[in-house]
């Protein structure tokens, strides 16, 4: 595996974590802000769309997610019960820029990573580019697949020793980065064991 594997393995594993989750969260965003000032209970209408956004994030969101909830918790602390409705029906405006930052930040990735592997499959000999093609496929899907899996057991691990919140999101970035490079390396091997070692440049 060539060394720039590596960057272009975590850039687009970060790409994907943070487009996703900043997806989730806008959509939440718009969904609460819909929640009626007439709803008979809007802290538990909010309360289900939470419980419905943390089951699409990714680890690294949801532990943002309950790092945020722990946060708006201490916020709430002392409020009467009229206040609480109003705020049932409002979403923290720093939350949702970062989860826009996040969303145009993955965007700014994917295309930084496309860019590697255009420069790579039009740096070929013409007979070598589909070859090479398929050798950058497998690369994004060994990134991929090696991230979601290793953030997943990364943040288990965590969370298991550390607990929830903050040490969820070091974890799945500790265990997203490390799987991402391990799928890299594993795909683009075996792509190139089934397209061919020798690429014509």
């Known amino acids: 595996m060539e060394w720039v594997r590596i960057p272009q393995g975590a850039c687009l594993h970060v790409a994907a974590i943070l487009w996703w989750d900043g997806w989730c969260r806008w959509r939440y965003s718009l969904a609460v802000n819909q929640i009626r000032s007439d709803h ?29 909830q722990k946060e708006r918790w201490e916020q709430l602390a002392g409020k009467t019960a009229a206040e609480l409705s109003e705020s049932a029906r409002r979403t923290n405006r720093r939350w949702n820029a970062l989860a826009f930052l996040g969303m145009v930040a993955g965007i700014i990735l994917v295309f930084v990573t496309l860019g590697v592997s255009f420069v790579r499959v039009t740096g070929t000999a013409p007979e ?27 943040a288990a691990a965590a969370v298991s020793i550390l607990g929830v919140g903050l040490p969820r999101v070091q974890g799945a970035m500790a265990g997203g980065l490390l799987g ?22």
């Open 40 to 68: 008979p209970n809007p802290s538990e209408a909010r309360r289900r769309l939470q419980v419905q956004t943390s089951m699409r994030l990714t680890q690294f969101g949801l532990g943002l997610t309950e790092y945020a």
């Open 128 to 154: 070598s580019k589909v070859a090479v093609l398929g050798i950058e496929v497998a690369a994004w899907l060994g990134a991929l697949a090696g991230g979601w899996g290793g953030s997943r057991l990364g």
């Open 180 to 201: 991402s490079w391990g799928g890299v390396a594993t795909l683009e091997k075996g792509a190139i064991m089934l397209l061919g070692k020798v690429v014509r440049r």
